[in-house]
């Protein structure tokens, strides 16, 4: 009988270390996928100033423009936790979408060959970085999913899981689903 026991036991503690360490697998998932994010990020703060300062040359009266995505660049890099983070990027995107809007303005710029340059470099990267998010979004998916999900529902907290956010646009997405005003 006591073997019986013993067997159970150490079933379940088998069971739970399966369900514990399949937990840690999908945290480290997400985390993987937010260090993506953050080499995308890296990399976009690091082209933009070469951007912002081939516009300057172009569009001195632009300066609030100019000034808001160099801004919105020193709060990515100052952004320490993940929520930070997610708001820092969110006010970036929201700064180079007025920077599009703005260059349309300035037809010889977009005929600068370093501008065009820098454009498409930008552009790709913020496709790399919309790919980026979309894992990271997966894979909170699935860590909140198994959280969630029975039978680790039962000890996913007491392991010190939590169900985490995705990124979103937050506020931002207000803004960015008005139609934007061209002036020129």
């Known amino acids: 009988m006591l073997i019986v026991f013993a067997a ?8 739970l270390m399966l369900i514990y360490n399949r937990l840690v ?10 260090a993506d994010i953050d080499v ?8 933009v100033p070469q951007l912002v300062e081939t516009v300057k040359g172009y569009a001195n009266h632009e300066k609030s423009l100019l000034t808001s995505i ?15 983070k997610v708001n820092a990027d969110n006010s970036m995107t929201q700064a180079l979408s007025g920077l599009r809007i703005a260059m349309e303005a300035y037809p010889d710029l977009k005929a600068d060959q370093n501008f065009l340059q820098l454009q498409e ?5 913020e496709n790399k970085l919309a ?6 979004n997966s894979s909170t998916r699935e860590l909140n999913t198994s959280i969630e999900s029975f039978p680790a529902v039962l000890f996913s907290s007491a392991f010190g899981f939590k169900k985490e956010p995705m990124f979103d646009l937050g ?5 960015l689903e008005k139609p934007r005003e061209i002036k020129f």
Do not use: M, P
């Open 8 to 15: 159970v036991v150490f079933l379940l503690l088998i069971w």
């Open 25 to 34: 697998h999908y945290r480290n998932l997400r985390k993987t996928a937010f």
């Open 40 to 47: 995308q990020l890296q990399q976009r703060y690091d082209l």
């Open 70 to 84: 160099t801004e919105a660049r020193a709060n990515v890099l100052s952004a320490g936790s993940i929520a930070e």
């Open 121 to 125: 470099e930008l552009a790709d990267l």
């Open 131 to 136: 790919a980026s998010r979309r894992y990271f």
């Open 171 to 175: 506020e931002t997405r207000v803004i």
